[in-house]
Protein backbone atom coordinates (compact mmCIF):
# COMPACT_ATOMS: atom_id res chain seq x y z
CA UNK A 1 0.00 0.00 0.00
CA UNK A 2 1.06 3.56 -0.72
CA UNK A 3 -0.15 6.44 1.20
CA UNK A 4 0.19 9.98 -0.51
CA UNK A 5 -0.62 13.37 1.47
CA UNK A 6 -0.98 16.44 -0.77
CA UNK A 7 0.13 20.07 0.48
CA UNK A 8 1.20 23.31 -1.21
CA UNK A 9 -2.69 24.67 -2.04
CA UNK A 10 -3.92 27.55 -1.41
CA UNK A 11 -5.40 31.14 -2.80
CA UNK A 12 -3.74 33.19 -5.54
CA UNK A 13 -4.51 35.67 -7.77
CA UNK A 14 -4.27 34.95 -11.52
CA UNK A 15 -1.24 35.04 -13.15
CA UNK A 16 0.51 33.88 -10.22
CA UNK A 17 2.68 30.53 -9.20
CA UNK A 18 1.69 27.37 -6.40
CA UNK A 19 3.57 24.37 -5.62
CA UNK A 20 2.01 21.24 -4.81
CA UNK A 21 3.80 18.58 -3.48
CA UNK A 22 2.67 14.43 -3.14
CA UNK A 23 4.53 13.10 -0.27
CA UNK A 24 4.70 8.99 -0.26
CA UNK A 25 4.70 6.50 2.26
CA UNK A 26 4.50 2.76 3.06
CA UNK A 27 6.13 1.66 -0.27
CA UNK A 28 8.81 3.19 -2.70
CA UNK A 29 7.86 6.16 -5.20
CA UNK A 30 9.89 4.00 -7.47
CA UNK A 31 7.63 1.86 -7.41
CA UNK A 32 4.41 4.06 -9.36
CA UNK A 33 3.40 6.05 -11.94
CA UNK A 34 1.94 8.81 -10.37
CA UNK A 35 -0.85 11.85 -11.93
CA UNK A 36 -2.43 15.17 -10.72
CA UNK A 37 -6.31 15.24 -11.58
CA UNK A 38 -8.32 18.13 -10.44
CA UNK A 39 -12.18 18.49 -9.18
CA UNK A 40 -13.94 21.37 -9.47
CA UNK A 41 -17.25 21.80 -7.80
CA UNK A 42 -20.08 20.02 -10.03
CA UNK A 43 -17.82 19.27 -12.51
CA UNK A 44 -15.92 15.19 -12.67
CA UNK A 45 -12.14 14.68 -12.34
CA UNK A 46 -9.96 15.74 -14.26
CA UNK A 47 -6.79 14.73 -15.71
CA UNK A 48 -3.78 17.16 -15.76
CA UNK A 49 -0.69 15.95 -16.01
CA UNK A 50 0.99 12.02 -15.58
CA UNK A 51 4.72 10.84 -14.95
CA UNK A 52 6.22 7.55 -15.74
CA UNK A 53 7.43 5.24 -12.94
CA UNK A 54 11.36 6.31 -13.65
CA UNK A 55 10.66 10.32 -14.32
CA UNK A 56 11.99 9.84 -18.03
CA UNK A 57 8.51 10.63 -19.71
CA UNK A 58 5.31 13.15 -18.76
CA UNK A 59 2.09 13.79 -20.37
CA UNK A 60 -0.36 17.50 -19.73
CA UNK A 61 -3.71 18.04 -20.28
CA UNK A 62 -3.96 20.78 -23.37
CA UNK A 63 -5.31 23.22 -20.67
CA UNK A 64 -2.45 23.11 -18.41
CA UNK A 65 0.56 22.35 -21.04
CA UNK A 66 3.22 24.97 -20.91
CA UNK A 67 2.11 26.33 -17.65
CA UNK A 68 2.29 23.32 -15.23
CA UNK A 69 5.56 21.16 -14.75
CA UNK A 70 5.48 17.67 -13.07
CA UNK A 71 8.46 16.17 -11.64
CA UNK A 72 9.48 13.77 -8.94
CA UNK A 73 11.85 13.27 -6.18
CA UNK A 74 11.94 8.96 -6.10
CA UNK A 75 14.83 9.65 -2.88
CA UNK A 76 12.44 11.51 -1.36
CA UNK A 77 9.42 10.30 -2.02
CA UNK A 78 7.84 13.06 -3.23
CA UNK A 79 6.05 14.35 -6.65
CA UNK A 80 5.56 17.65 -7.47
CA UNK A 81 3.18 20.22 -9.71
CA UNK A 82 4.58 23.40 -10.11
CA UNK A 83 2.12 25.46 -11.65
CA UNK A 84 2.38 28.81 -13.38
CA UNK A 85 0.44 31.85 -15.01
CA UNK A 86 -2.33 30.61 -12.78
CA UNK A 87 -5.94 31.22 -14.26
CA UNK A 88 -9.49 31.47 -12.28
CA UNK A 89 -10.54 27.91 -14.39
CA UNK A 90 -7.43 26.59 -12.63
CA UNK A 91 -9.72 26.50 -9.55
CA UNK A 92 -10.66 22.88 -8.59
CA UNK A 93 -9.32 20.87 -5.24
CA UNK A 94 -6.15 19.31 -7.03
CA UNK A 95 -5.30 15.23 -5.79
CA UNK A 96 -2.71 13.09 -6.37
CA UNK A 97 -3.21 9.19 -8.02
CA UNK A 98 -0.22 6.46 -7.98
CA UNK A 99 -0.64 3.31 -9.80
CA UNK A 100 2.14 0.28 -9.82
CA UNK A 101 1.96 0.14 -13.53
CA UNK A 102 5.15 1.71 -15.14
CA UNK A 103 4.12 4.08 -17.97
CA UNK A 104 1.37 7.49 -18.58
CA UNK A 105 -1.90 7.03 -17.45
CA UNK A 106 -4.50 9.88 -18.23
CA UNK A 107 -7.82 7.85 -16.83
CA UNK A 108 -8.12 7.98 -12.93
CA UNK A 109 -9.81 4.36 -13.06
CA UNK A 110 -5.92 3.35 -13.75
CA UNK A 111 -4.91 4.55 -10.37
CA UNK A 112 -4.51 2.80 -7.48
CA UNK A 113 -3.52 5.05 -4.65
CA UNK A 114 -5.34 8.31 -3.69
CA UNK A 115 -4.56 11.24 -1.55
CA UNK A 116 -6.99 13.44 0.55
CA UNK A 117 -6.70 16.40 -2.15
CA UNK A 118 -5.57 20.30 -1.60
CA UNK A 119 -7.42 22.65 -1.97
CA UNK A 120 -6.32 25.48 -5.24
CA UNK A 121 -8.31 28.64 -5.59
CA UNK A 122 -7.53 31.47 -8.16
CA UNK A 123 -9.25 34.63 -8.05
CA UNK A 124 -9.37 36.76 -10.90
Known amino acids: QVQLVESGGGLVQAGGSLKLSCA ?20 AREFVTAINRAGTSVAY ?11 RDNTNNTMYLQMNSLKPEDTAVYSCGGT ?11 YKYWGQGTQVTVSS
Open 24 to 43: ASGRSLGTTAMGWFRQAPGK
Open 61 to 71: SDSVKGRFTIS
Open 100 to 110: PYYGLYRDPGD
